[in-house]
């Protein structure tokens, strides 16, 4: 059975930083490429950054320079360094394990940026 547990979420005040982790099982974690997306209210979900498993990496053009993606093939595990954050980076965050049409989703962690 495959899991994605994301934590890390929550509020944080413009200007601020957050990091979040995506934990995964069931899957050879070491092959996938991972990626974070998140949805706002009212919009589509969108990528945010992947990594491959040879851990090149992209980045949405609204978040590059300001967010960090990285994983730890030991622990299994995707992380999300978030920096500079905006208002408009308020959303769920979702971890997916996969790339294009396939893969696997988890069930999402919110993060607010509010002062």
């Known amino acids: 059975q495959v899991q994605l547990v994301e934590s890390g979420g929550g509020l944080v005040q413009p200007g601020g930083s957050l990091r979040l982790s995506c934990a995964a099982s069931?899957?050879?974690?070491?092959?996938?490429?991972m990626g974070w997306y998140r949805q706002a209210p009212g919009k589509q979900r969108e990528l945010v950054a992947v990594?491959?498993?040879?851990?090149?990496?992209n980045y949405a053009g609204s978040v590059k320079g300001r967010f960090t993606i990285s994983r730890d093939n030991a622990k299994n595990t995707v992380y999300l360094q978030m920096n500079s954050l905006k208002p408009e980076d308020t959303a769920v965050y979702y971890c997916?394990?996969?790339?294009?049409?396939?893969?696997?989703w988890g069930q999402g962690t919110q993060v607010t940026v509010s002062s």
């Open positions: 990594i491959f498993s040879g851990f090149s990496t």
């Open positions: 997916k394990a996969g790339w294009g049409e396939s893969g696997y």
């Open positions: 069931g899957i050879n974690f070491s092959t996938y490429p």
